[in-house]
Structure formats: structure tokens, C-alpha cells
């Protein structure tokens, strides 16, 4: 059993910052690419950013230059610091990663539950 655990989510002004954190737990023998997605209500599921096992980033496009992805391969936990939030930023946000599991031989993607961001004045 292998699962991705969020936290850091929470009510934040226009403006203000928020940092998230992804820890994977259980029987995992790597990491591949890590990430976040976010869905608002009553849209599809969109990528936000993801890092590379070697630390290489991807952002969507507007989320470029507020946001930053990292991650502590020796913590197996991926974060993301958002910075100068927007409502439109609103939003439940979802951990993503591959991971390989003990006793099997393939990378499969995995799935937070996710962590609620509401940025409102």
C-alpha cells in the first residue's frame, strides 16, 4: 500500500502565500515524476506544475512566476509555494505522482485526496 498524503492548504487573502506539501508513505521502491493538478468547482482537473525526479519544473502558464515546485527526494515529498494568490487560484489541489511499489515492476500514477485553497477577501 502506497499513498500521497497533502497538507498545507487553507483560507488566504488576494495576494497572500501559501506553501503545500505532498509526502508519499508505504512499500515504495521509486519516484518518478512528482506534481500538483487543481480542479474548481465545476471544471476539469488541470496541471499546475510538476518536477522531474532530477528536479526539472513544468508550470502552467498561469501560474509561471508565482509559484514554485520542489521536492526532498530523501523526505519522498514534492511542495508547492504559491505566492501572490488570486481568487481565480481558488481551488481543490492534487498531489500526482509515479511511484513503483515494492513487488512490482512498474512506475503507476498515484493520487492525493486533495487539499482545499480558497483565496477571498
Known amino acids: 500500500q502506497v499513498q500521497l498524503v497533502e497538507s498545507g492548504g487553507g483560507l488566504v487573502q488576494p495576494g497572500g502565500s501559501l506553501r503545500l506539501s505532498c509526502a508519499a508513505s508505504g512499500s515504495i521502491l521509486s519516484i518518478n515524476t512528482m506534481g500538483w493538478y487543481r480542479q474548481a468547482p465545476g471544471k476539469q482537473r488541470d496541471l499546475v506544475a510538476t518536477i522531474s525526479r532530477g528536479g526539472s519544473p513544468n508550470y502552467a502558464d498561469n501560474v509561471k512566476g508565482r509559484f514554485a515546485i520542489s521536492r526532498d527526494n530523501a523526505k519522498n515529498t514534492v511542495y508547492l509555494q504559491m505566492n501572490t494568490l488570486k481568487p481565480e487560484d481558488t481551488a481543490v489541489y492534487y498531489c500526482?505522482?509515479?511511484?513503483?511499489?515494492?513487488?512490482?515492476?512498474?512506475?503507476?500514477?498515484?493520487w492525493g485526496q486533495g487539499t482545499q485553497v480558497t483565496v477571498s477577501s
Open positions: 500526482h505522482a509515479y511511484m513503483r511499489r515494492a513487488g512490482y515492476w512498474t512506475e503507476d500514477p498515484y
